[in-house]
């Protein structure tokens, strides 16, 4: 079991190292699109911020407008009373005050809501002025980012060029295996080339072994032809002493000295 565990948990490394790899392929392949994606997303992002921005604004505008119509109105009920006390009617005037104190509470009661709604819109602007901000620095280093991925994958592919390594489809792997091939080939021609030659050779020697025979047979004539001619005349090693007898015939005379 253990042995089949490990199996297994091999075969599950290999797998995710090859999902992996595909992966960082169609990422490398579509790096570009990938970038320009990731901004438009950005975008999309802000367009939201800036749609819930507005409703936030426009219920702050809404409540705003109330509120200073109820804040008018206080006015408008505090300067009649004033108006009706100049009169010298203080029961028009006490009237008068009545509906500003009304007013008045209005007044009250949506100033906490409209606090809130202010201060939500403004935070709001200033979200949205980042974001904008960020989405400009974005498309900047977008820009940035595909010009050094597309220079390091050329410096890549150039190193991978020089070294002679690479992808099964690389031209210079590819002629190495054409140069293998043709070296195998000459190999093997030369091998059969050497196996037709064997019997060949064997000739050569005879051949040789011949001529080595005819050499020898050759100086045995030699030999016979020098002995079959006439010896030399006798030559003695020491001529006679001027005291010994020399005997000369001439015209039938013996001397004797």
Do not use: C, H
């Not at 709604?117 to 498309?139: D, F, N, P, W």
């Not at 001529?239 to 005997?247: D, E, V």
């Amino acid at each position: 079991m253990a042995f089949l565990s490990e199996i297994f948990g091999r075969m599950g490394r290999v797998a995710r190292g090859q999902a992996n790899a595909g992966v960082d392929a169609m990422e490398d392949a579509t790096f570009e699109a990938t970038v320009k994606q990731t901004v438009a997303d950005m975008k999309t992002e802000l367009n939201k911020v800036v749609q819930a921005s507005a409703v936030a604004m426009s219920n702050y505008n809404r409540l705003d407008a109330e509120y200073q119509k109820y804040v008018r109105q206080a006015q408008e009920w505090k300067d009649r009373a004033g108006t009706a006390l100049d009169a010298g009617n203080e029961d028009l005037a006490r009237k008068a005050l009545a509906k500003k104190a009304e007013s008045d509470k209005q007044v009250a009661s949506m100033q906490v809501s409209v606090t809130q709604a202010q201060q939500t819109s403004e935070k709001l602007k200033q979200q949205v002025l980042e974001l904008k901000r960020k989405i400009e620095e974005g498309e900047r280093t977008a820009g940035t980012l595909v010009a050094r991925k597309n220079a390091a994958m050329a410096q890549r592919k150039v190193a991978e060029a020089m070294s002679g390594v690479g992808s099964a489809d690389n031209a210079f792997a590819a002629l190495n295996r054409f140069e293998e091939s043709v070296s195998k080939e000459e190999a093997t021609a030369k091998a059969f080339d050497q196996l037709a030659s064997v019997g060949k050779d064997d000739d050569l020697e005879a051949q040789f072994a011949q001529l080595g025979t005819k050499g020898v047979d050759a100086e045995l004539e030699a030999l016979k032809a020098e002995r079959r001619k006439p010896s030399a005349p006798y030559m003695p090693k020491e001529l006679p002493s001027p005291s010994s007898s020399i005997t000369i015939e001439k015209s039938g005379e013996k001397a004797v000295g």
